[in-house]
């Protein structure tokens, strides 16, 4: 079971492309329907925010980050194994990274990547809704966010490597260097 921390009280999510599902899912969790970053999230305090690898996380993320690091699944486990020695110059993966008021399974800041080991549990509908908008907030930050189930990262190490090593050369090929 893949344990994500959600703080509520923070999380909100955007009112733009809101469905009726996503209306549901907030009201039933007490969301607000404004987005943190604004449409687009494009004005300068949120410029700020995406020169900073963390995005603005709080303290109690990293406390929290800590402590799931200690607590990995065996699937985020086994490909930490894997991303821990990645052979991409100049590239590096930080494991159960605090990002605003989230927390990756796994951050390149380099190629602006998150990865994301799924269970069972996030075939849930509600789960799969929050996850989408999970995914918008941070790719409102300029980030990509790839998710693999825990079955093709244990029984298909291989091709998941693959494709991270294609997302970060795609990634990082277009970034111009400062």
């Keep these: 079971m893949i344990t994500k921390i959600i703080i509520h009280l923070s999380l909100q999510m955007k009112s733009s492309n ?4 996503e209306s549901n899912f ?9 987005s943190p970053l604004g449409v687009g999230g494009n004005s300068a305090p949120h410029q700020e925010l995406r020169s900073n690898m963390f995005y603005g996380a709080l303290p109690i993320h990293f406390e929290l980050a800590k402590e799931l690091r200690n607590k990995q699944t065996e699937a985020e ?7 821990k020695y990645v052979d991409i110059p100049g590239i590096r993966f930080k494991r159960q990274h605090p990002i ?3 927390i990756a399974d796994f ?5 602006k990547l998150v990865i994301e080991i799924d269970g069972g549990y996030h075939n849930i509908p509600k789960q799969y809704l929050y996850d989408q908008n999970r995914d918008s907030e941070l790719e409102e930050l300029g980030l990509n966010v790839i ?3 825990n079955k093709q990262v244990l029984f298909d190490i291989e091709n998941t490597l693959r ?14 260097k400062p």
């Design 18 to 21: 809101k469905t009726e599902d």
């Design 26 to 34: 907030a009201a039933i969790n007490g969301l607000e329907i404004n």
């Design 77 to 83: 486990q086994f490909l930490w194994d894997y991303l």
């Design 100 to 102: 605003l008021y989230f």
């Design 107 to 111: 951050y390149c800041h380099k190629a």
């Design 147 to 149: 998710r693999f189930s």
């Design 163 to 176: 494709t991270i090593k294609e997302e970060i050369q795609k990634r990082t090929s277009n970034n111009p």
